[in-house]
């Protein structure tokens, strides 16, 4: 674990509002979408000059189309920052944004850096066709289009068709395994709801989400979502998922402005980087990772889980939330108190951002000393990272 004098800390997160698929952000292109968090972290930090910063690192899990594969020097050169400032992109799925939190944070404990500038960008709406190439011109046979918006695509034969289940098919599987019930689901997605629409109301996201045009808030809560209701809606996978208890298609993005101790930002760390964790396993049973990646980074941290006040667990699927909890052995009132990604939504490049933010603020409004982040990916890995809030006051 790093001296104190080595850690990495956060000093703000923003994002922007998760908008549904073909929504109110369909119109708005992934590099303006990750341009315009960019450029809200620099204005909120005035005193820190943009050519001060190291590295732009964003998460992406798409890449395919408007991204341009690099859109984190994208972003750099739309949010109008010094062209001397580099970006670099990772790629993990859904724990991209999260990945890029780790790069960043690793950078600035080894001294290679003093500012990062760490995110991630998804818009799930824009996300392109892919034509296979063929290997010689003029193929005899047709060509099928593929979706580049989520799951599998052009898939290896050789791959074990056990680990290329969809992504519901494979928390179906899931359920079996743990015996976790449709109502239990359904009641834990209208918690999600509930909670999101009650945190926007009491303005717990006013200073996180910064607008795009004339979008200001999350499209995809449902305040008046019920259990009664979500009971109506048909298994989508043969089983206990549906619309109501996963997360949506969604387009967003998010910022997280990473420094040393004694950064040039012109304000004060919010919270400690104290550990990372990373998981795998069979690709089939990705929505159980977290347990093993969260384990990790809290050992780590020389931190347990009875010290830990805060969690924030990505929701892909309420069952494998669900799972996680349990598995934990936690009090599933510290879960993910101001809502998840059933309700928020769950744009993939930026959904570590989102749910690091979430955490830095809930540390501080709550007081508590050590929160968790967890997000599980798909094709069976997990990322996960310990918080330590940096006031005085927290316990």
Wanted: aromatic letters at 6%; one cysteine or more; hydrophobic letters at 45%.
């Amino acid at each position: 674990m790093p001296t104190p004098s080595a850690s990495a800390y956060v000093y703000d997160a923003v994002r922007t509002p998760f908008g549904k698929f073909g929504g109110s952000l369909a119109e708005t292109r992934p590099d303006d979408l990750a341009a315009a968090v960019v450029r809200a972290v620099l204005d909120r930090s005035p005193d820190l000059d943009p050519a001060a910063v190291d590295e732009v690192v964003l998460g992406l899990a798409n890449g395919a189309g408007e991204d341009n594969r690099n859109v984190a020097r994208m972003a750099v050169l739309l949010a109008g920052m010094p062209t001397s400032v580099p970006g670099s992109t990772v790629n993990r799925l859904c724990g991209s944004g999260l990945d890029a939190l780790f790069a960043g944070s690793r950078a600035v404990e080894t001294g290679d850096a003093d500012v990062v500038l760490v995110g991630g960008v998804e818009s799930m709406s824009r996300a392109p066709w892919v034509l296979p190439k063929p290997s010689r011109a003029f193929p005899a046979g047709d060509v099928t289009a593929v979706s580049t918006t989520l799951g599998w695509r052009l898939v290896n034969p050789r791959m074990p068709k056990e680990w290329t289940v969809s992504l519901g098919g494979a928390n179906e599987l899931l359920q079996q395994r743990f015996g976790i019930s449709r109502e239990r689901q359904d009641e834990f997605a209208v918690r999600s709801h509930r909670l999101a629409a009650a945190a926007w109301a009491d303005g717990f996201y006013d200073d996180l989400v910064v607008p795009v045009g004339d979008v200001t808030r999350d499209e995809g809560i449902r305040a008046d979502s019920t259990i009664e209701r979500l009971a109506g809606l048909k298994p989508a996978f043969d089983g206990t998922i549906t619309a109501g208890n996963a997360s949506p298609l969604s387009d967003g993005a998010s910022a997280v402005l990473v420094g040393s101790a004694d950064a040039p930002v012109g304000r004060e760390p919010l919270a400690r980087i104290a550990g990372r964790g990373t998981f795998a396993l069979d690709p089939q049973d990705f929505g159980f990772a977290p347990v093993e990646a969260a384990n990790r980074a809290l050992a780590r941290a020389g931190v347990g889980w009875d010290q830990v006040g805060a969690v924030e667990l990505n929701e892909a699927f309420a069952v494998q939330s669900l799972a996680c909890v349990d598995a934990w052995g936690i009090d599933p009132a510290i879960v993910n108190t101001r809502g998840g990604a059933i309700a928020l939504g769950h744009p993939l490049g930026a959904s570590g951002g989102r749910i690091l933010g979430t955490l830095v603020a809930r540390l501080r409004a709550e007081g508590v000393r050590w929160g968790v982040a967890a997000i599980c990916i798909g094709v069976g890995q997990a990322l996960a990272v310990v918080l330590e809030n940096t006031m005085e006051e927290s316990r």
